[in-house]
Nanobody
Framework: QVHLVESGGGLVQPGGSLRLSCVAS????????MGWYRQAPGKQRELVAR???????NYSDSVKGRFTISRDNAKNMVYLQMNSLKLEDTAVYYC????????????WGQGTQVTVSS
């Protein structure tokens, strides 16, 4: 079974930064796009950042200019650098393979909690 494990979340003040990490259990994921999703209480899970197998990136309007997604295929890892954090960024963040704009794996991990609070 393929496993994706997120880490790096925490409590930060508005304007602060965090770097999230996602490690995959297999190198097969390097053939596909990867994405970071987030889900806040009472809201739907949303895709906030995507990176293709070739390194092309896309971001939701809410995080564009503040977040940077990257990947290190040799380490089976994907990262999300989050700068200038806002209160509305508070959510549980998850990573997943992205196929046609949808998460490939139906079973989500625990994610990593990001809390932005003054």
């Amino acid at each position: 079974q393929v496993h994706l494990v997120e880490s790096g979340g925490g409590l930060v003040q508005p304007g602060g930064s965090l770097r999230l990490s996602c490690v995959a259990s297999t190198s097969i994921f390097t053939l596909y796009a990867m994405g970071w999703y987030r889900q806040a209480p009472g809201k739907q899970r949303e895709l906030v950042a995507r990176i293709s197998s070739g390194g092309s990136t896309n971001y939701s309007d809410s995080v564009k200019g503040r977040f940077t997604i990257s990947r290190d295929n040799a380490k089976n890892m994907v990262y999300l650098q989050m700068n200038s954090l806002k209160l509305e960024d508070t959510a549980v963040y998850y990573c997943n393979v992205v196929l046609d704009g949808r998460p490939a794996f139906g079973s989500w991990g625990q994610g990593t909690q990001v809390t932005v609070s003054s």
